[in-house]
C-alpha cells in the first residue's frame, strides 16, 4: 500500500481530487487483479476497505470528476486468463446484507408485503451458516459431474473441473435417480487446523502467506496446475441448485435432504423456523458456536423455505429477493501498538509479537497479537508507536493488519528487525528460499535451549504435569537444567527447589514425582520432544513405526548422510516423507552436538518397545473412527493408541468413511454431524465392550 500521508477530503482541491481518483483507480484494479485472478493479495481486506471508502468519499464531494472507470461502478473482473470460460446456465447470485435484527426484521415484513400472504401465515425459512470459502457450481449430466465452475462475475466463471477432482466431498457419480441435467450450487473451503498448518508449509518453503482460510482455499482451487489443488486440504458444502432439467423439490427443505441422499454433505447447522423471532435465535446460537467450528463462517443465510414463493419473489439486480445473508460483526477495533517484542522460537526463528494497548475485540480483551514476520512489517511499515487496526477471527491469535497513517506520530521511526539474537546476540540469518530469520548459534542461545525444554515437557511430547514455562525460565536461569537429561537430575536440587519457603515443598515434590512417572516413554514421544524441525506428533508415528527403536533411526539417519546409501533410499521412501523433511532429519543426526543430547537422555530413561498392531478379525481391526469429547476413564491419546494396537485407524474429521465416532461428554458438533451421516455413535463403555469382546 501507498504510505503517503493523505489530505483530509475537506482540503482537496478540484485538481488535487482527479489526481488522486485516478491513483485509486490504478490501485485498486491491481488490487483486484491480484486478489481475483492471481490469487495473490497485495493489501488485506481491510486495507482494500479503507481505499475504496476513501474513492467514494471523494466522488462524493468532487462528483464532477468522477472517472469512467471508477472502482465504485466495477463488482469484480472476470475469469483469470488461463482458465476457460464458463456460462452458468443460471447465474449464480450474490445475496445482499443484513448487518442487525432490524434489517432481517425488514426483510421477512418486505417479502411478506410482495407475496402479499397475511400476517398470520407463517413464513417458514431455513437458516443456514454462511461459509467463509468460494462458491462453485457443479454441473452433473447423466449422473456425472461434467463441469465445476467458480462464480466468476455471476454470469461467466472459470472452468476448474479438474481442479475439483481430488476433493473427497464432491460426488463424482451421483445415484441414477437424479435429474438428466443438475447444477448444484456450494462452497469449498479450508479447515482453520488446515489453514494454519498449510501455512506452516508455506513458510517453511519459502511461499507466501495466505491471508485467511477463504484467501487460502481460492488460492488453492484456482491453480493452472490441478497437482498442487490435489495437495491443499479443501472441503465442500452444498447448499442450493442451479439449473435443472426437471424439478425436483417443493422447498428449500426438501433440497437439502435430497443433497444429502445423493452424498454431498451438508451442513448440519442448518434449522428451519416459521417465525423471525426463532430465526434471530439460531443467529444468535451459531454465532455463539462460530470459534468452536473447525471452519470459518461468517454469518448465516436466511431463505425462504418455499420455491414456489421464492420463483414468485424472483431477483433484482442480481440478488434474489427470497434470501438475506445476516452477516456476523467483524471482530475489529484500532489500538496504540506500544512494542514489538522478538521471539527466538526452539529452532531459533524469531518470531514479531505486538504488544498493544489492551482493547476489547469482540468481548475478548488483546493485549499481544501477531506480526507474522519481517517482510510483513516492512510490507506494512508498522512502526512503534503507530494506531494499528487489530483482526481477531474466532480462537486464531490475533493478527495485525494495517497502519491507520493519519494517527501515525510525527518523530515515529521506521523499524528495523534485528541483525543480532535478541536473547544471545548472535547474528541473525536468513536463507533466501525462506521467510523466517534464525538465530545462527543454536547450541549457546539461551532463548532455544529454554523454547526446547519447554517443547520437551510439553503435553505432547513427555507430558510433564506441573512443569510451566515460569519454571523452566527460572531453573534454567538458577543454572539447574539445561538439557532434557538434565530434567531428569532435577531431583538432586530438591533443597535448593525448596528454598526456605515451607510452602513450596508440596509442589515441588509434585513436580518431582510427575518427573520419576515419565522415566518410560514410548518411542513416537520421545522423537517428537526431540524437536527436530519439522517433525511434529503425526510424523513423529510415522517415524517410529517405520524404525521401531530409537538405535536404528540413529543409525539409519546418520548413513543416509550419503545419497547413495541403502538408509537414503529407504529413508526418501517412507510414506509422508517430503524433500524438506529428509534434509532436517539428515541434520538434526549429523549434529554431535544433538547425538550427545540422546545419549545423556538414554541413560535417563527406558523407551518403550514399539508391539506391531494386531490386525484379527474382530469388531476394531480396519474400522475408521473419530474421538469427540472428553473421555472419562482414559485421556484421549491412550485410548487412541489402544484402538491402534487393535488395528483401528483413528481420524479427527467427520466422513462418510468413517465407521464408528466414540463420544465422551461434551461431544458437541462432531457427533451432531455424524449422527446426521447415520453413523454408528458409540458412547465410551460401548467402545469398551467392543474391546473386551476381543481379549
Ligand atoms: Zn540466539
Given at each position: 500500500?501507498?504510505?503517503?500521508?493523505?489530505?483530509?477530503?475537506?482540503?482537496?482541491?478540484?485538481?488535487?481530487?482527479?489526481?488522486?481518483?485516478?491513483?485509486?483507480?490504478?490501485?485498486?484494479?491491481?488490487?483486484?487483479?491480484?486478489?481475483?485472478?492471481?490469487?495473490?493479495?497485495?493489501?488485506?481486506?481491510?486495507?482494500?476497505?479503507?481505499?475504496?471508502?476513501?474513492?467514494?468519499?471523494?466522488?462524493?464531494?468532487?462528483?464532477?470528476?468522477?472517472?469512467?472507470?471508477?472502482?465504485?461502478?466495477?463488482?469484480?473482473?472476470?475469469?483469470?486468463?488461463?482458465?476457460?470460460?464458463?456460462?452458468?446456465?443460471?447465474?449464480?447470485?450474490?445475496?445482499?446484507?443484513?448487518?442487525?435484527?432490524?434489517?432481517?426484521?425488514?426483510?421477512?415484513?418486505?417479502?411478506?408485503?410482495?407475496?402479499?400472504?397475511?400476517?398470520?401465515?407463517?413464513?417458514?425459512?431455513?437458516?443456514?451458516?454462511?461459509?467463509?470459502?468460494?462458491?462453485?457450481?457443479?454441473?452433473?449430466?447423466?449422473?456425472?459431474?461434467?463441469?465445476?465452475?467458480?462464480?466468476?462475475?455471476?454470469?461467466?466463471?472459470?472452468?476448474?473441473?479438474?481442479?475439483?477432482?481430488?476433493?473427497?466431498?464432491?460426488?463424482?457419480?451421483?445415484?441414477?435417480?437424479?435429474?438428466?441435467?443438475?447444477?448444484?450450487?456450494?462452497?469449498?473451503?479450508?479447515?482453520?487446523?488446515?489453514?494454519?498448518?498449510?501455512?506452516?508449509?508455506?513458510?517453511?518453503?519459502?511461499?507466501?502467506?495466505?491471508?485467511?482460510?477463504?484467501?487460502?482455499?481460492?488460492?488453492?482451487?484456482?491453480?493452472?496446475?490441478?497437482?498442487?489443488?490435489?495437495?491443499?486440504?479443501?472441503?465442500?458444502?452444498?447448499?442450493?441448485?442451479?439449473?435443472?432439467?426437471?424439478?425436483?423439490?417443493?422447498?428449500?427443505?426438501?433440497?437439502?435432504?435430497?443433497?444429502?441422499?445423493?452424498?454431498?454433505?451438508?451442513?448440519?447447522?442448518?434449522?428451519?423456523?416459521?417465525?423471525?423471532?426463532?430465526?434471530?435465535?439460531?443467529?444468535?446460537?451459531?454465532?455463539?458456536?462460530?470459534?468452536?467450528?473447525?471452519?470459518?463462517?461468517?454469518?448465516?443465510?436466511?431463505?425462504?423455505?418455499r420455491i414456489d414463493w421464492q420463483n414468485r419473489l424472483?431477483?433484482?439486480?442480481?440478488?434474489?429477493?427470497?434470501?438475506?445473508?445476516?452477516?456476523?460483526?467483524?471482530?475489529?477495533?484500532?489500538?496504540?501498538?506500544?512494542?514489538?517484542?522478538?521471539?527466538?522460537?526452539?529452532?531459533?526463528?524469531?518470531?514479531?509479537?505486538?504488544?498493544?494497548?489492551?482493547?476489547?475485540?469482540?468481548?475478548?480483551?488483546?493485549?499481544?497479537?501477531?506480526?507474522?514476520?519481517?517482510?510483513?512489517?516492512?510490507?506494512?511499515?508498522?512502526?512503534?508507536?503507530?494506531?494499528?487496526?487489530?483482526?481477531?477471527?474466532?480462537?486464531?491469535?490475533?493478527?495485525?493488519?494495517?497502519?491507520?497513517?493519519?494517527?501515525?506520530?510525527?518523530?515515529?521511526?521506521?523499524?528495523?528487525?534485528?541483525?543480532?539474537?535478541?536473547?544471545?546476540?548472535?547474528?541473525?540469518?536468513?536463507?533466501?528460499?525462506?521467510?523466517?530469520?534464525?538465530?545462527?548459534?543454536?547450541?549457546?542461545?539461551?532463548?532455544?535451549?529454554?523454547?526446547?525444554?519447554?517443547?520437551?515437557?510439553?503435553?505432547?511430547?513427555?507430558?510433564?504435569?506441573?512443569?510451566?514455562?515460569?519454571?523452566?525460565?527460572?531453573?534454567?536461569?538458577?543454572?539447574?537444567?539445561?538439557?532434557?537429561?538434565?530434567?531428569?537430575?532435577?531431583?538432586?536440587?530438591?533443597?535448593?527447589?525448596?528454598?526456605?519457603?515451607?510452602?513450596?515443598?508440596?509442589?515441588?515434590?509434585?513436580?518431582?514425582?510427575?518427573?520419576?512417572?515419565?522415566?518410560?516413554?514410548?518411542?513416537?514421544?520421545?522423537?517428537?520432544?526431540?524437536?527436530?524441525?519439522?517433525?511434529?506428533?503425526?510424523?513423529?508415528?510415522?517415524?517410529?513405526?517405520?524404525?521401531?527403536?530409537?538405535?536404528?533411526?540413529?543409525?539409519?539417519?546418520?548413513?543416509?548422510?550419503?545419497?547413495?546409501?541403502?538408509?537414503?533410499?529407504?529413508?526418501?521412501?517412507?510414506?509422508?516423507?517430503?524433500?524438506?523433511?529428509?534434509?532436517?532429519?539428515?541434520?538434526?543426526?549429523?549434529?554431535?552436538?544433538?547425538?550427545?543430547?540422546?545419549?545423556?537422555?538414554?541413560?535417563?530413561?527406558?523407551?518403550?518397545?514399539?508391539?506391531?498392531?494386531?490386525?484379527?478379525?474382530?469388531?476394531?481391526?480396519?474400522?475408521?473412527?473419530?474421538?469427540?469429547?472428553?473421555?472419562?476413564?482414559?485421556?484421549?491419546?491412550?485410548?487412541?493408541?489402544?484402538?491402534?494396537?487393535?488395528?483401528?485407524?483413528?481420524?479427527t474429521s467427520v466422513s462418510k468413511k468413517i465407521d464408528?465416532?466414540?463420544?465422551?461428554?461434551?461431544?458437541?458438533?462432531?457427533?451432531?454431524?455424524?449422527?446426521?451421516?447415520?453413523?454408528?455413535?458409540?458412547?465410551?463403555?460401548?467402545?469398551?465392550?467392543?474391546?473386551?469382546?476381543?481379549?
Amino acid at each position: 500500500m501507498d504510505y503517503i500521508k493523505y489530505k483530509a477530503i475537506e482540503e482537496l482541491s478540484e485538481s488535487e481530487a482527479k489526481e488522486e481518483l485516478a491513483r485509486l483507480a490504478k490501485l485498486i484494479a491491481k488490487a483486484d487483479v491480484l486478489y481475483y485472478q492471481k490469487n495473490t493479495p497485495s493489501m488485506n481486506d481491510w486495507e482494500y476497505d479503507q481505499l475504496r471508502l476513501r474513492n467514494k468519499a471523494i466522488e462524493q464531494r468532487f462528483p464532477e470528476s468522477k472517472r469512467y472507470d471508477s472502482p465504485s461502478e466495477i463488482v469484480a473482473p472476470g475469469p483469470a486468463k488461463g482458465f476457460t470460460k464458463v456460462r452458468h446456465a443460471h447465474p449464480m447470485l450474490s445475496l445482499t446484507n443484513a448487518f442487525d435484527d432490524e434489517d432481517v426484521k425488514e426483510f421477512t415484513c418486505r417479502v411478506r408485503r410482495l407475496l402479499k400472504v397475511p400476517n398470520d401465515t407463517p413464513i417458514a425459512m431455513m437458516v443456514e451458516p454462511k461459509i467463509d470459502g468460494l462458491s462453485i457450481s457443479l454441473r452433473y449430466e447423466n449422473s456425472k459431474l461434467v463441469q465445476g465452475a467458480t462464480r466468476g462475475d455471476g454470469m461467466e466463471g472459470e472452468n476448474v473441473t479438474r481442479n475439483l477432482e481430488s476433493i473427497k466431498e464432491i460426488p463424482k457419480i451421483l445415484p441414477k435417480n437424479v435429474p438428466k441435467v443438475l447444477e448444484v450450487r456450494g462452497e469449498i473451503y479450508i479447515n482453520k487446523d488446515d489453514f494454519l498448518a498449510l501455512n506452516k508449509r508455506q513458510a517453511n518453503a519459502g511461499a507466501k502467506l495466505f491471508a485467511n482460510p477463504r484467501n487460502a482455499a481460492a488460492g488453492s482451487l484456482r491453480q493452472l496446475d490441478p497437482q498442487i489443488t490435489r495437495t491443499r486440504p479443501l472441503r465442500f458444502f452444498a447448499y442450493s441448485w442451479g439449473g435443472v432439467s426437471n424439478f425436483y423439490a417443493d422447498t428449500q427443505e426438501e433440497c437439502l435432504k435430497d443433497l444429502r441422499q445423493w452424498n454431498f454433505t451438508i451442513n448440519p447447522l442448518s434449522e428451519l423456523h416459521d417465525n423471525v423471532e426463532d430465526v434471530l435465535k439460531v443467529y444468535s446460537k451459531i454465532a455463539a458456536k462460530r470459534c468452536n467450528l473447525p471452519y470459518e463462517i461468517d454469518g448465516v443465510v436466511y431463505k425462504i423455505n418455499r420455491i414456489d414463493w421464492q420463483n414468485r419473489l424472483g431477483v433484482i439486480s442480481r440478488s434474489p429477493r427470497w434470501a438475506i445473508a445476516h452477516k456476523f460483526k467483524t471482530e475489529q477495533a484500532s489500538t496504540v501498538l506500544r512494542e514489538i517484542v522478538i521471539q527466538v522460537g526452539r529452532t531459533g526463528s524469531l518470531t514479531p509479537v505486538a504488544r498493544l494497548k489492551p482493547i476489547k475485540v469482540g468481548g475478548v480483551t488483546v493485549t499481544n497479537a501477531s506480526l507474522h514476520n519481517e517482510d510483513e512489517i516492512y510490507r506494512n511499515d508498522i512502526r512503534v508507536g503507530d494506531t494499528v487496526m487489530i483482526h481477531r477471527a474466532g480462537d486464531v491469535i490475533p493478527q495485525v493488519i494495517g497502519v491507520i497513517n493519519d494517527k501515525r506520530p510525527n518523530n515515529s521511526q521506521q523499524y528495523i528487525f534485528p541483525n543480532y539474537c535478541p536473547s544471545c546476540g548472535s547474528k541473525t540469518v536468513r536463507l533466501d528460499d525462506q521467510s523466517t530469520r534464525r538465530c545462527s548459534n543454536s547450541i549457546n542461545c539461551s532463548a532455544q535451549a529454554i523454547a526446547r525444554l519447554k517443547h520437551f515437557v510439553s503435553r505432547e511430547a513427555f507430558d510433564i504435569n506441573g512443569f510451566g514455562a515460569k519454571q523452566i525460565s527460572q531453573y534454567y536461569d538458577w543454572g539447574i537444567i539445561d538439557t532434557p537429561a538434565s530434567i531428569f537430575r532435577l531431583r538432586e536440587h530438591r533443597n535448593k527447589l525448596i528454598g526456605d519457603k515451607e510452602s513450596k515443598i508440596l509442589s515441588t515434590d509434585k513436580l518431582l514425582t510427575a518427573i520419576e512417572r515419565r522415566r518410560v516413554i514410548s518411542l513416537e514421544r520421545f522423537i517428537y520432544s526431540l524437536g527436530i524441525r519439522q517433525v511434529g506428533k503425526s510424523m513423529a508415528g510415522v517415524l517410529a513405526n517405520h524404525y521401531g527403536a530409537i538405535d536404528t533411526m540413529r543409525c539409519a539417519l546418520m548413513q543416509a548422510v550419503k545419497m547413495t546409501s541403502n538408509a537414503y533410499l529407504e529413508l526418501i521412501n517412507i510414506n509422508h516423507v517430503g524433500d524438506a523433511l529428509v534434509n532436517e532429519l539428515i541434520d538434526f543426526f549429523a549434529n554431535f552436538y544433538n547425538r550427545k543430547l540422546i545419549d545423556e537422555l538414554i541413560k535417563e530413561i527406558t523407551i518403550k518397545e514399539l508391539k506391531a498392531p494386531q490386525v484379527s478379525d474382530n469388531y476394531i481391526a480396519g474400522k475408521t473412527m473419530v474421538f469427540t469429547g472428553t473421555l472419562q476413564s482414559f485421556r484421549r491419546d491412550e485410548a487412541k493408541s489402544l484402538v491402534e494396537s487393535l488395528g483401528a485407524k483413528v481420524v479427527t474429521s467427520v466422513s462418510k468413511k468413517i465407521d464408528y465416532i466414540v463420544v465422551g461428554v461434551d461431544p458437541g458438533y462432531k457427533a451432531m454431524q455424524a449422527r446426521g451421516m447415520g453413523i454408528t455413535v458409540l458412547t465410551e463403555e460401548e467402545l469398551f465392550g467392543l474391546i473386551k469382546l476381543i481379549s
